[in-house]
């Protein structure tokens, strides 16, 4: 029987450097723009039978779509993490018993 892997047999992807697994929205936003890009290039082959335009408007769609993605995602996460940030400081200034303002 076939076990969930953990983070052990993790066997890391690195490019430039960095683990891309490691990094907030890298996933999703690739997973949305390769899946994205692909069913805009073969629509389009599908409306116009223009194979080269096709291919060319997939990977458009891919890359806009990733970007638009990547920077909405890294926008909500940020704003989480500094949220995240401040009830840190927070929950720790209530557990000193100083004031909070």
């Known amino acids: 029987m076939a076990s969930i892997s953990s983070d052990e047999d993790h066997k890391p992807l690195m490019f430039l450097g960095k683990d891309v697994s490691k990094i907030p929205c890298f996933r999703n936003s690739f997973l949305y723009g390769i899946v994205g890009g692909f069913t805009m290039g073969v629509g389009y082959f599908l409306c116009t039978s223009r194979t080269l335009r096709s291919t060319h408007f997939g990977f458009g769609s891919f890359v806009t779509i ?15 993490e500094e949220r995240m940030n401040e009830l840190k400081g927070i929950i720790k200034a209530k557990k000193s018993g100083t004031d909070v303002d």
């Open 66 to 80: 990733s970007s638009v993605y990547w920077i909405a995602c890294r926008y909500n996460y940020d704003n989480t």
